[in-house]
């Protein structure tokens, strides 16, 4: 099989073409109609943007290229990247190459490291992983190439450059922000036996005797790549991308977005309102305390971390496959027996509250329990972790965008006094 780089090559004028004649044929026809109540809720459910690289069904969760994300939780995160960006799994050797690529490309520069330690000691992990991924921007192929002038049917090649360069750095700069935010000692150097994921946990420096935090780190990877591109970091980044900002602010922009509670720092939130039951109740607690705990920060007007989603309206399948890891590999373990009664719980306890449309969980309602259980238990850091996965997501969908030739992105807005007077003009 070729790799990435000629998989790519082979497909995109076929994928330009295809897209060439849909528009041509049927660019008039009409697939989705906006109501006033979208256009002042967050264009939910509105249908105006193209993501190839998956699909959030609300009835099945996230679907990968046409394959569900349950049928992937085996594979390397490195698998999950080549096949978001060239709709095929990679073979052995594509894989290898892949590897190859991303190992050479992995040192960080030291102005990074530099910048980084003059931040304040408190500062919050995901502003230190966002300054590090913009100040990588000197390095952006892309801009340089913009700059010499290059053909618009070249874009995506540069921008796939930009794309490696700045994954392979990811696992050192996740781990290097981690042991200085919180004093853990010198950098770990990467192991070059090791695959992407199993480098970040070796550079963490968590004990891990049976590999469990490697295997559980390679899943974490796999499970947050991509989700459609409406959501807040997808789209945050493609708005930034159209308009031919390179990689690096692309998806320094998008991580913005992610650090939000209600998107990827729920994670965050979930473990503080866990350790808060925790301790209320001296350890597991009994399904009447769960119930009485929900109800209370319902009725101090918070929500539920954890559970309720823009799109789905199942339990996240990414949740069940956290679930079958940690009953696998810790079923004794108190924070996974923890989320277990809290899952027999919640979904009750927000039916009969009729808010949210959906009352199952989301991802973030375990990721962190795990994550903690195995030793990473500084719960600030987590929506690092999101970002690292999410980050392939950004830039497959970048690379899609630069390669089809998208234009800049605007959407007409139009204000209250416009939506009055149209209201008028109909009664
Ligand atoms: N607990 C309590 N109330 C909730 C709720 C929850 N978990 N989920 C939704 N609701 C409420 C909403 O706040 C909203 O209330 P108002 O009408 O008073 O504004 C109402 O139910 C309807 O909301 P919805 O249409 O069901 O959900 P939205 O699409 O507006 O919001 C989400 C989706 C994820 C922001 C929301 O469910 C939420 O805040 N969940 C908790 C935070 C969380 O887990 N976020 C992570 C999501 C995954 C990700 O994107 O990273």
Redesign the pocket.
Known sequence: MANLKETLQQKIPVWRDEIRSIVKEHGSTVISEVTIQQAYGGM?GVKGLVCDTSLVKPDAGLIIRGIPVLELTERLPEEIFFLLCTGELPDEAALKDLQTELKRRAEVPQYVWDMLETLPADSHPMMMFNMAVLSLEKQSVFRQKYDEGMSKTDYWEPTLEDALNLLAKIPALVTGIYRLRFNKGDRIAPNPDLDWAGNMAHMFGIDDPEGHFADLMRLYMVLHTDHEGG?VSAFSCHVIGSALSDAYYAVSGGLNGLAGP???L?NQEVLRWIINLRKQYNGVPTAEEIVKFAWDT?NSGK????????VLRVTDPRYTAFHNFGKKVCPEAEMFQIVDVIFQNIPKV?QE?G????PWP???AISGSLLYHFGLTEMIFYTVLFSASRAMGMLSQLLMSRAMGEPITRPKSVGTQWIKDFLAGQS
Do not use: E, F, Q
């Open positions: 939910r959501n209600l998107h990827g729920a319902l929500v539920i971390p954890g559970y309720g989603h823009a927000l509250h808010k949210a449309k959906n989301n991802v973030d």
